[in-house]
């Protein structure tokens, strides 16, 4: 698992970049769930698609990571984190699962810090 | 009704009354401690031995009671057909068992369910059960004792034996007569061929009831064959349902009109009291069981 | 009852005396009561010691999962008919209620000294001394009288009621299970174990402790068991 | 014994006239129970077949059990069909059905009964219960606005079971030979939910509903809240040691041993007991729980009881909502259950919410739904995923206030009456069929899922193939893991199965753009359709259990779906005694499902009703469900004829294709091709000529071809 050093923004970047995002610029991700299927649960928040990344033995994340990446990028607006997705996302040595439960880790980091910034514990 | 028939019926009632209210203490009795468990107390289980010397009980009685011969009153215009011996030996066999009979069905026969809803209701049907077999087989054995000392009256019983008509047809021809649809008509003795009929099937019910009722009893303190137990539980089940049958049909041909004198004259009533029937309807009845008083000189 | 209770007429037809049979009668009469009387003081008591079963069920509360299986293959196994009401072994469930206390297992304990053995008067319910001392009802014998079901101190009675038959019947841990198309018993399957989707319920052939009642209620779970998510711990 | 697996007796409550009635169950018996028994009693009662919304007192609602139920066959012994017109479908609410599981249809047999037909509207409220032979109506104003828990909870009460357990004895009557039990009545109720009469579902025990179909709102509509059941009695099959022994077989050949799970095994009916719930449970300490019978019990029972036997959907709808608010994922299962339990006691079937929240959050954003809005609403919607709006919503509901007066009649019925017509053409309102929600297997990928729905009148929710031949592979894909069986294998063990329409035939089982309308397809469909109707709904089989086509716990992968130690068939002759084959079982569904489609014609459907909503056909599953998910797996040759597990792409269905492929279909079923109506030919084949009469009676039988 490697360590992704992420440059600290300003608090006002920081909290831009955590919070929610107009409903029209949601994310269009999902869940498959055994066995009652794909259930569509787009995202507005770096929060949700953290959540939204977890994996358990039941479901799995239904997020497409290009799309993922640019919507970081341009909607988010965290074009450093939107790189490291990609280059992530693209490692195909590893199983959809483990980028998954990377991706999940990375974006952990990044929340984590970014409400350290922008002092929001509870976002 | 005649004064010692009451006495006896009284004092009888009573211990009977007296037995059930014990019985039903009994059944709610229940000691405490670790392997006992809510158990009520069953007279079956703790005192099995009872039966049995409630048989003997009734031997005794049997040497203690002395007979009437029946006789014609002249004077009086009736006929003894029951002493004192005679009835209380019926009724108490008959009184006990119509309460065996239904404790034993509210056990549960074959097809007909169970009335109880607990073990303690259960066992103070069982209780009510033990109490009327104690009193009905002094009754029973008390019958076997009068007929070993006075076997006569056991053949007046007994087809071909006590009035020589065939008794199908004597009791067909009877019947048959009552209902008007035959002109002729039968001589009966003191017992017309259907009540000698009646009689045997009453006995074919007694007996194994009583002998598998007293195995279930010894099963107690002696263990059968299971085979065997098994038989005489369903022994004592089938007869039990044989003698419903049967009561159904004698409660009914005993109380009939046309017998209805000779009913009075067993519970006590009637002319005279005690045991005593008319004359004219014994004449009417039994013509012939008259006719042999008469050659035999029991007229007083 | 007395001759003065008779009239004079009918005391004039009083029968002949036969003073030989009624003596008999009488010695007869009295030799058997006394007979009995005094044979009922030598009767044996209660069966002496009870010897241990052989084998005994245990349950694990946490694990069943209510499917009543084994209540169906029990009563199948002894009766040829599936029934809850007929099952030696009763599940009992509140699907309201907390974790464990939403399912209940009353497997019947083979107890020592069993009570509802000491309860049968006729010895129907009894160890079957050949068979591993397995506390069963023999069906041929029982004469319903119910003290079994009142004697178990467990709630539920272990003892059940066949309505249809008016008998008492109880786990021989499928000694009698005529319908299992195996042999049942000590030595044998118990169809409860064997049926069990999640195997809560073990034979063993240690007497649990019986000072307490559950010394039957077991821990079942492998390590496989928390690998699919269950657990005791938070 | 003629009377192997069935109870003997049909239990009929007259509501109008308070009367319960026995009916003798031998005429019935070609049904096989469940689905065909509700369906052919439906037939018999109903005097009026042309009604359209089952909240109709003419309507007649059959709760049905089968010869399965109350034994040990696996997973087979504890469900019950729920059969009637339905409410809230589009656009028609057809004769329709579900099924719970639980307890209800064990104890239904134990007191002596096949099934309970309900006809007729009570004057007022009034529950029914029912002691083996005993059935009394019984005033149920005092219950009347309870929840569903405390329905039960309250009827347990007036029958004298305590809560709790360790309950001694209990009588079914005053006499120990009238029955004795230690269990609990079960008691299938509704909440406020169905006393008003919005289409809502029927609860059993805490986890057991029957949610699609709405009969919630049928029963409210009839005045009934509640029938409890309790029964003493036995079920007598023809070969106890084959029932035994068969149910010892399956658990040690078939399952997972439950200490030792394969959790990656394909053995799709035979896992064992795994909870089936989205949601971070809110406690590890917990158990399974399972419906009577079931060899692994997919429910489960936490040590806080709130949240027991929830599972499934009613898990998840509303996850995605409540995580904009919590953190901790255990946080945010809590504000997902809670809103389930809201759910549960108010008696709704969240299933439809999959669909209506996402729709009804975006009219919100889109300034069409709101305070201000052309669609009036005061419910808080910036607080969606709170349980507070959830109660608030359900409450609306329940209580046809706000928008629950217009949701109250159906969703699509709202979408109409609101002139959304538009968001079916976009596919914002995702209902693709019947105005039911999409289960999350999109017709245009998974055809046989959407194929199964269109010819049959309710979301198809059988997943047979799709666990057999999505879910298998995918799970292996998703973690980069070897395939357990090789789509090659995977196809033939399948295939090997689809008599008599298509034993052997791959290529039925091939899910490429190319074959979406191909006869193959066609006869998969009505093999899958007639599988379901006899099997699963008739004998009361679970859908999360059976189909098992293959599994990896056996040599060969042989599942024990039509195996010769625990197949079907096994159970249908070990307990009745007829020894009928596998495909017998199908051909019987084939006449259930003629029966079904009799019913829709008298109700008025033609094949023009037969329709996808337009997104369907318009838009590419593309970006709105497989885009962001790489890998929705199914079998599918190459170009050499090699099967592979492939990524089925972005898709739609063509209309004029579609129709196409009904036709064949309705060849292939012996019906008439213009209007999808049954034919006397067809149907005299089956010895159902009764049908044929009364479809000619009124103009509607098919014109033979």
């Given at each position: 698992?490697?360590?992704?050093?992420?440059?600290?923004?300003?608090?006002?970047?920081?909290?831009?970049?955590?919070?929610?995002?107009?409903?029209?610029?949601?994310?269009?991700?999902?869940?498959?769930?055994?066995?009652?299927?794909?259930?569509?649960?787009?995202?507005?928040?770096?929060?949700?698609?953290?959540?939204?990344?977890?994996?358990?033995?039941?479901?799995?994340?239904?997020?497409?990571?290009?799309?993922?990446?640019?919507?970081?990028?341009?909607?988010?607006?965290?074009?450093?984190?939107?790189?490291?997705?990609?280059?992530?996302?693209?490692?195909?040595?590893?199983?959809?699962?483990?980028?998954?439960?990377?991706?999940?880790?990375?974006?952990?980091?990044?929340?984590?810090?970014?409400?350290?910034?922008?002092?929001?514990?509870?976002? | 009704?005649?004064?010692?028939?009451?006495?006896?019926?009284?004092?009888?009632?009573?211990?009977?009354?007296?037995?059930?209210?014990?019985?039903?203490?009994?059944?709610?009795?229940?000691?405490?401690?670790?392997?006992?468990?809510?158990?009520?107390?069953?007279?079956?289980?703790?005192?099995?031995?009872?039966?049995?010397?409630?048989?003997?009980l009734g031997i005794i009685l049997s040497s203690m009671t002395r007979r009437v011969a029946c006789y014609i009153d002249r004077d009086g215009e009736r006929v003894l057909r029951f002493d004192f011996v005679a009835?209380?030996?019926?009724?108490?066999?008959?009184?006990?068992?119509?309460?065996?009979?239904?404790?034993?069905?509210?056990?549960?026969?074959?097809?007909?369910?169970?009335?109880?809803?607990?073990?303690?209701?259960?066992?103070?049907?069982?209780?009510?059960?033990?109490?009327?077999?104690?009193?009905?087989?002094?009754?029973?054995?008390?019958?076997?004792?009068?007929?070993?000392?006075?076997?006569?009256?056991?053949?007046?019983?007994?087809?071909?034996?006590?009035?020589?008509?065939?008794?199908?047809?004597?009791?067909?021809?009877?019947?048959?007569?009552?209902?008007?649809?035959?002109?002729?008509?039968?001589?009966?003795?003191?017992?017309?061929?259907?009540?000698?009929?009646?009689?045997?099937?009453?006995?074919?019910?007694?007996?194994?009831?009583?002998?598998?009722?007293?195995?279930?009893?010894?099963?107690?303190?002696?263990?059968?064959?299971?085979?065997?137990?098994?038989?005489?539980?369903?022994?004592?089940?089938?007869?039990?349902?044989?003698?419903?049958?049967?009561?159904?049909?004698?409660?009914?041909?005993?109380?009939?009109?046309?017998?209805?004198?000779?009913?009075?004259?067993?519970?006590?009533?009637?002319?005279?009291?005690?045991?005593?029937?008319?004359?004219?309807?014994?004449?009417?009845?039994?013509?012939?069981?008259?006719?042999?008083?008469?050659?035999?000189?029991?007229?007083? | 009852?007395?001759?003065?209770?008779?009239?004079?007429?009918?005391?004039?037809?009083?029968?002949?005396?036969?003073?030989?049979?009624?003596?008999?009668?009488?010695?007869?009469?009295?030799?058997?009561?006394?007979?009995?009387?005094?044979?009922?003081?030598?009767?044996p008591g209660k069966l002496e010691a009870m010897p241990d079963s052989k084998g005994f069920l245990v349950v694990d509360l946490n694990k069943c999962q209510g499917c009543g299986s084994c209540m169906m293959v029990?009563?199948?196994?002894?009766?040829?008919?599936?029934?809850?009401?007929?099952?030696?072994?009763?599940?009992?469930?509140?699907?309201?209620?907390?974790?464990?206390?939403?399912?209940?297992?009353?497997?019947?304990?083979?107890?020592?000294?069993?009570?509802?053995?000491?309860?049968?008067?006729?010895?129907?319910?009894?160890?079957?001394?050949?068979?591993?001392?397995?506390?069963?009802?023999?069906?041929?014998?029982?004469?319903?009288?119910?003290?079994?079901?009142?004697?178990?101190?467990?709630?539920?009675?272990?003892?059940?009621?066949?309505?249809?038959?008016?008998?008492?019947?109880?786990?021989?841990?499928?000694?009698?299970?005529?319908?299992?198309?195996?042999?049942?018993?000590?030595?044998?399957?118990?169809?409860?174990?064997?049926?069990?989707?999640?195997?809560?319920?073990?034979?063993?052939?240690?007497?649990?402790?019986?000072?307490?009642?559950?010394?039957?209620?077991?821990?079942?779970?492998?390590?496989?068991?928390?690998?699919?998510?269950?657990?005791?711990?938070? | 014994?003629?009377?192997?697996?069935?109870?003997?007796?049909?239990?009929?409550?007259?509501?109008?006239?308070?009367?319960?009635?026995?009916?003798?169950?031998?005429?019935?018996?070609?049904?096989?129970?469940?689905?065909?028994?509700?369906?052919?009693?439906?037939?018999?009662?109903?005097?009026?077949?042309?009604?359209?919304?089952?909240?109709?007192?003419?309507?007649?609602?059959?709760?049905?059990?089968?010869?399965?139920?109350?034994?040990?066959?696996?997973?087979?012994?504890?469900?019950?069909?729920?059969?009637?017109?339905?409410?809230?479908?589009?656009?028609?609410?057809?004769?329709?059905?579900?099924?719970?599981?639980?307890?209800?249809?064990?104890?239904?047999?134990?007191?002596?009964?096949?099934?309970?037909?309900?006809?007729?509207?009570?004057?007022?409220?009034?529950?029914?219960?029912?002691?083996?032979?005993?059935?009394?109506?019984?005033?149920?104003?005092?219950?009347?606005?309870?929840?569903?828990?405390?329905?039960?909870?309250?009827?347990?009460?007036?029958?004298?079971?305590?809560?709790?357990?360790?309950?001694?004895?209990?009588?079914?009557?005053?006499?120990?030979?009238?029955?004795?039990?230690?269990?609990?009545?079960?008691?299938?109720?509704?909440?406020?939910?169905?006393?008003?009469?919005?289409?809502?579902?029927?609860?059993?025990?805490?986890?057991?509903?029957?949610?699609?179909?709405?009969?919630?709102?049928?029963?409210?509509?009839?005045?009934?809240?509640?029938?409890?059941?309790?029964?003493?009695?036995?079920?007598?099959?023809?070969?106890?040691?084959?029932?035994?022994?068969?149910?010892?077989?399956?658990?040690?050949?078939?399952?997972?041993?439950?200490?030792?799970?394969?959790?990656?095994?394909?053995?799709?009916?035979?896992?064992?007991?795994?909870?089936?719930?989205?949601?971070?449970?809110?406690?590890?300490?917990?158990?399974?729980?399972?419906?009577?019978?079931?060899?692994?019990?997919?429910?489960?029972?936490?040590?806080?009881?709130?949240?027991?036997?929830?599972?499934?959907?009613?898990?998840?709808?509303?996850?995605?909502?409540?995580?904009?608010?919590?953190?901790?994922?255990?946080?945010?299962?809590?504000?997902?259950?809670?809103?389930?339990?809201?759910?549960?006691?108010?008696?709704?079937?969240?299933?439809?919410?999959?669909?209506?929240?996402?729709?009804?959050?975006?009219?919100?954003?889109?300034?069409?739904?709101?305070?201000?809005?052309?669609?009036?609403?005061?419910?808080?919607?910036?607080?969606?995923?709170?349980?507070?709006?959830?109660?608030?919503?359900?409450?609306?509901?329940?209580?046809?206030?706000?928008?629950?007066?217009?949701?109250?009649?159906?969703?699509?019925?709202?979408?109409?009456?609101?002139?959304?017509?538009?968001?079916?053409?976009?596919?914002?309102?995702?209902?693709?069929?019947?105005?039911?929600?999409?289960?999350?297997?999109?017709?245009?990928?998974?055809?046989?899922?959407?194929?199964?729905?269109?010819?049959?009148?309710?979301?198809?929710?059988?997943?047979?193939?799709?666990?057999?031949?999505?879910?298998?592979?995918?799970?292996?894909?998703?973690?980069?893991?070897?395939?357990?069986?090789?789509?090659?294998?995977?196809?033939?063990?399948?295939?090997?199965?689809?008599?008599?329409?298509?034993?052997?035939?791959?290529?039925?089982?091939?899910?490429?753009?190319?074959?979406?309308?191909?006869?193959?397809?066609?006869?998969?469909?009505?093999?899958?359709?007639?599988?379901?109707?006899?099997?699963?709904?008739?004998?009361?089989?679970?859908?999360?259990?059976?189909?098992?086509?293959?599994?990896?716990?056996?040599?060969?992968?042989?599942?024990?779906?039509?195996?010769?130690?625990?197949?079907?068939?096994?159970?249908?002759?070990?307990?009745?005694?007829?020894?009928?084959?596998?495909?017998?079982?199908?051909?019987?569904?084939?006449?259930?499902?003629?029966?079904?489609?009799?019913?829709?014609?008298?109700?008025?459907?033609?094949?023009?009703?037969?329709?996808?909503?337009?997104?369907?056909?318009?838009?590419?599953?593309?970006?709105?469900?497989?885009?962001?998910?790489?890998?929705?797996?199914?079998?599918?040759?190459?170009?050499?004829?090699?099967?592979?597990?492939?990524?089925?792409?972005?898709?739609?269905?063509?209309?004029?294709?579609?129709?196409?492929?009904?036709?064949?279909?309705?060849?292939?079923?012996?019906?008439?091709?213009?209007?999808?109506?049954?034919?006397?030919?067809?149907?005299?084949?089956?010895?159902?000529?009764?049908?044929?009469?009364?479809?000619?009676?009124?103009?509607?039988?098919?014109?033979?071809?």
């Amino acid at each position: 698992m490697m360590l992704h050093e992420f440059s600290a923004p300003s608090p006002k970047q920081a909290s831009e970049i955590l919070s929610m995002v107009p409903y029209r610029q949601r994310l269009k991700v999902g869940r498959m769930r055994w066995p009652s299927g794909f259930m569509p649960a787009p995202v507005r928040s770096l929060h949700e698609v953290h959540i939204s990344l977890m994996i358990d033995e039941k479901s799995t994340p239904a997020i497409h990571f290009p799309s993922l990446s640019v919507w970081v990028d341009k909607v988010v607006g965290d074009s450093e984190l939107a790189r490291v997705i990609d280059t992530c996302a693209s490692d195909d040595d590893n199983s959809y699962a483990d980028r998954c439960r990377e991706l999940h880790e990375i974006i952990g980091m990044r929340l984590a810090q970014l409400r350290e910034i922008a002092d929001l514990s509870d976002f | 009704m005649h004064r010692q028939g009451l006495r006896i019926f009284l004092v009888l009632s009573g211990v009977f009354v007296a037995a059930i209210g014990v019985g039903y203490y009994a059944a709610r009795f229940q000691p405490t401690g670790r392997g006992v468990g809510q158990a009520p107390y069953l007279f079956f289980d703790h005192l099995p031995w009872m039966p049995f010397v409630a048989a003997f009980l009734g031997i005794i009685l049997s040497s203690m009671t002395r007979r009437v011969a029946c006789y014609i009153d002249r004077d009086g215009e009736r006929v003894l057909r029951f002493d004192f011996v005679a009835r209380l030996n019926h009724w108490l066999i008959a009184l006990p068992c119509i309460v065996v009979i239904f404790s034993g069905l509210a056990l549960g026969v074959f097809f007909i369910p169970r009335l109880t809803p607990d073990g303690q209701a259960t066992a103070f049907l069982f209780n009510i059960h033990f109490v009327a077999v104690v009193f009905m087989l002094v009754g029973f054995f008390y019958l076997l004792g009068n007929w070993v000392l006075s076997p006569r009256r056991l053949f007046a019983f007994i087809p071909f034996v006590g009035g020589k008509a065939n008794p199908i047809y004597e009791g067909l021809i009877f019947y048959l007569h009552r209902a008007g649809l035959t002109k002729r008509t039968v001589h009966p003795d003191k017992f017309e061929g259907s009540e000698q009929l009646a009689f045997l099937m009453a006995m074919a019910c007694l007996f194994p009831l009583v002998i598998s009722g007293f195995f279930k009893v010894a099963a107690r303190f002696y263990e059968f064959p299971a085979g065997l137990s098994h038989f005489m539980n369903l022994t004592h089940e089938f007869f039990t349902l044989a003698l419903v049958f049967y009561l159904i049909m004698h409660i009914p041909l005993t109380t009939a009109p046309w017998i209805f004198a000779g009913f009075k004259a067993m519970v006590g009533m009637g002319k005279g009291g005690g045991g005593y029937v008319p004359l004219d309807w014994a004449k009417e009845e039994n013509p012939d069981w008259i006719k042999h008083l008469e050659a035999e000189g029991k007229v007083k | 009852m007395s001759i003065d209770d008779l009239d004079e007429k009918e005391r004039a037809m009083l029968e002949p005396e036969n003073p030989g049979r009624r003596k008999f009668m009488l010695f007869t009469g009295m030799a058997g009561v006394a007979g009995f009387l005094a044979g009922s003081f030598l009767l044996p008591g209660k069966l002496e010691a009870m010897p241990d079963s052989k084998g005994f069920l245990v349950v694990d509360l946490n694990k069943c999962q209510g499917c009543g299986s084994c209540m169906m293959v029990c009563s199948l196994g002894h009766h040829g008919a599936a029934s809850q009401s007929l099952s030696r072994i009763q599940i009992q469930q509140d699907p309201f209620a907390n974790y464990p206390d939403d399912v209940f297992m009353a497997p019947c304990h083979q107890c020592e000294d069993a009570p509802c053995v000491q309860a049968c008067p006729v010895a129907a319910n009894r160890p079957a001394m050949e068979l591993g001392n397995v506390r069963m009802i023999d069906q041929e014998r029982c004469i319903g009288c119910e003290q079994c079901i009142n004697a178990c101190q467990f709630t539920p009675s272990r003892v059940q009621w066949d309505p249809k038959r008016h008998k008492a019947q109880k786990c021989d841990l499928c000694t009698d299970a005529l319908y299992l198309g195996e042999y049942g018993g000590i030595g044998g399957t118990q169809a409860c174990v064997k049926v069990c989707p999640v195997n809560a319920i073990s034979f063993t052939i240690e007497m649990p402790d019986q000072s307490r009642e559950d010394s039957y209620q077991v821990n079942l779970r492998g390590k496989g068991w928390y690998a699919r998510g269950f657990s005791d711990k938070d | 014994m003629i009377n192997d697996g069935w109870a003997g007796h049909i239990l009929h409550l007259d509501l109008t006239e308070l009367k319960a009635k026995a009916i003798s169950a031998a005429n019935y018996k070609r049904w096989g129970g469940g689905h065909g028994l509700g369906t052919a009693l439906f037939w018999d009662y109903c005097e009026d077949k042309t009604l359209t919304d089952g909240r109709d007192p003419r309507n007649v609602c059959v709760l049905s059990s089968s010869p399965f139920c109350g034994t040990p066959v696996p997973s087979g012994g504890g469900r019950t069909e729920v059969t009637g017109i339905g409410t809230g479908q589009w656009p028609i609410s057809w004769y329709t059905r579900s099924n719970f599981g639980g307890r209800f249809s064990s104890m239904m047999k134990y007191a002596g009964w096949d099934a309970i037909v309900i006809t007729g509207k009570a004057e007022h409220p009034v529950w029914v219960d029912i002691r083996n032979g005993d059935v009394a109506f019984v005033d149920a104003r005092t219950l009347w606005g309870k929840d569903t828990h405390a329905t039960q909870e309250a009827v347990w009460a007036e029958i004298g079971m305590r809560r709790g357990t360790k309950s001694a004895w209990k009588l079914l009557r005053n006499t120990i030979d009238a029955g004795r039990t230690t269990q609990k009545p079960a008691v299938l109720c509704i909440g406020p939910i169905g006393e008003n009469s919005v289409h809502g579902a029927l609860i059993n025990d805490a986890g057991n509903g029957a949610g699609q179909g709405g009969f919630g709102s049928v029963w409210g509509s009839k005045n009934l809240k509640a029938v409890s059941i309790l029964g003493a009695g036995e079920v007598h099959v023809a070969d106890p040691a084959g029932l035994i022994q068969a149910r010892f077989i399956t658990k040690e050949k078939y399952v997972d041993d439950p200490d030792k799970p394969d959790l990656t095994g394909w053995t799709g009916m035979a896992t064992g007991a795994i909870t089936v719930a989205f949601s971070a449970p809110p406690t590890h300490k917990r158990r399974p729980q399972a419906c009577q019978s079931c060899i692994g019990g997919c429910r489960t029972r936490y040590a806080n009881g709130k949240h027991n036997e929830q599972s499934c959907q009613e898990t998840a709808w509303y996850g995605a909502f409540a995580r904009r608010f919590y953190q901790d994922p255990v946080d945010i299962g809590n504000a997902n259950l809670d809103a389930a339990h809201a759910a549960a006691l108010t008696g709704i079937n969240t299933y439809g919410l999959n669909s209506a929240l996402p729709w009804l959050e975006y009219l919100y954003h889109e300034g069409v739904l709101g305070p201000n809005g052309k669609i009036k609403s005061e419910l808080p919607w910036e607080q969606l995923g709170r349980p507070e709006f959830a109660a608030a919503f359900f409450d609306c509901i329940a209580q046809r206030t706000d928008i629950g007066a217009d949701l109250a009649e159906g969703y699509l019925q709202a979408l109409h009456k609101w002139g959304r017509e538009e968001d079916l053409e976009s596919g914002e309102a995702d209902f693709p069929y019947w105005g039911m929600a999409n289960h999350g297997y999109d017709p245009r990928s998974e055809l046989e899922w959407g194929y199964g729905t269109l010819m049959s009148e309710r979301d198809f929710n059988s997943h047979d193939l799709n666990n057999h031949l999505f879910w298998a592979p995918f799970g292996s894909a998703v973690s980069a893991k070897p395939m357990r069986i090789e789509a090659e294998r995977a196809v033939e063990l399948v295939a090997e199965r689809l008599g008599p329409y298509a034993k052997g035939r791959k290529e039925c089982l091939d899910y490429t753009e190319s074959n979406m309308y191909s006869e193959a397809l066609a006869q998969l469909v009505r093999w899958h359709l007639h599988y379901g109707r006899f099997w699963k709904n008739s004998c009361g089989l679970c859908d999360f259990k059976w189909a098992n086509f293959f599994n990896t716990n056996t040599n060969g992968y042989w599942g024990a779906t039509g195996s010769e130690d625990a197949g079907e068939q096994v159970w249908w002759r070990v307990v009745t005694g007829e020894d009928m084959s596998f495909e017998d079982g199908i051909e019987r569904g084939r006449q259930i499902y003629n029966l079904d489609n009799a019913i829709w014609t008298l109700q008025g459907r033609h094949r023009d009703l037969c329709k996808f909503a337009p997104y369907i056909y318009k838009k590419d599953v593309q970006g709105f469900n497989l885009g962001m998910f790489p890998f929705f797996f199914w079998p599918a040759p190459d170009e050499n004829g090699k099967w592979e597990y492939r990524e089925i792409g972005s898709r739609h269905l063509d209309e004029a294709r579609v129709e196409e492929w009904k036709s064949t279909f309705y060849g292939l079923e012996g019906w008439d091709a213009k209007t999808g109506w049954p034919t006397r030919r067809t149907l005299e084949t089956m010895d159902m000529a009764f049908v044929a009469d009364e479809l000619e009676a009124v103009g509607k039988l098919g014109a033979e071809r």
